[in-house]
């Protein structure tokens, strides 16, 4: 099972980007998903889950980023929008092999991708 995930880059304050994750090797229909992010110097926090039924954010992202996921293509993505100099960060998506965890915790993640990198600046 292999996470490939793409669309980081450099983006001015307030801008927007998409990053998109898909899944080989195996499908994650209903299989929570998630984002996770990394800045220098701090732990990899949580971002956004997507479970099978809901959506979940960080205080920090809420109303700014949305995460969805596309059943067919077996991917999940992350909108952001009005981006801060705070959302810099290396960003990886992850995945479970079971249905019910602790979807804010990353050591409930099995799979995860390689990290694409977000800065924000001007």
């Known amino acids: 099972v292999q996470l490939q995930a793409s669309g980081g880059g450099l983006v001015q304050p307030g801008g927007s980007l998409r990053l998109s994750c898909v899944a080989t090797g195996r499908t994650f229909s209903s299989n929570p998903l998630a984002w996770f992010r990394e800045a220098p110097g701090k732990e990899r926090e949580f971002v956004a889950a997507v479970t099978w039924t809901s959506t979940y954010y960080s205080v920090s992202v809420q109303g700014r980023f949305t995460i969805f996921r596309d059943t067919a293509k077996n991917t999940v993505s992350l909108q952001m929008n009005s981006l801060q100099a705070e959302d810099t960060a290396v960003y990886y998506c992850?995945?479970?092999?079971?249905?019910?965890?602790?979807?804010?915790?990353?050591?409930?993640?099995?799979?995860w991708g390689q990290g694409t990198q977000v800065t924000v600046s001007s």
């Open positions: 992850a995945a479970s092999n079971r249905l019910l965890i602790n979807f804010r915790a990353g050591p409930e993640y099995e799979y």
